[in-house]
């Protein structure tokens, strides 16, 4: 009975974490670091936030997100996932 109690509560705490995992939250890809990127972004790790990043530095700011689908690792998919979480202006915290 306490192996099943626990079971639950592990299995309740790892649905926790992986719903917070998949959570984004809206980034401006024009203004943030990678690490803001990697945090906000579905899919997007730090490598991936760092080639934005590297991308943005080295041909300015995206101006849409078919831009942004420029970066090697962002595909057609990491788009349309993250497409109401992803700004191109405006400050954001």
């Given at each position: 009975m306490l192996n099943t109690k626990i079971t639950k509560w592990v299995l309740g705490l790892a649905g926790l974490v992986l719903s917070f995992s998949l959570w984004a939250a809206p980034v401006n890809v024009n203004q943030a670091d990678a690490q803001k990127i990697a945090s906000s972004l579905n899919g997007v790790g730090m490598v991936k936030a760092q080639a934005i990043?590297?991308?943005?530095?080295?041909?300015?700011?995206?101006?849409?997100?078919?831009?942004?689908?420029?970066?090697?690792?962002?595909?057609?998919k990491t788009l349309e996932n993250n497409a109401d979480d992803i700004k191109l202006e405006g400050n954001l915290p």
């Amino acid at each position: 009975m306490l192996n099943t109690k626990i079971t639950k509560w592990v299995l309740g705490l790892a649905g926790l974490v992986l719903s917070f995992s998949l959570w984004a939250a809206p980034v401006n890809v024009n203004q943030a670091d990678a690490q803001k990127i990697a945090s906000s972004l579905n899919g997007v790790g730090m490598v991936k936030a760092q080639a934005i990043v590297e991308y943005r530095e080295q041909h300015g700011d995206f101006k849409s997100l078919d831009d942004l689908g420029k970066v090697k690792g962002i595909g057609p998919k990491t788009l349309e996932n993250n497409a109401d979480d992803i700004k191109l202006e405006g400050n954001l915290p």
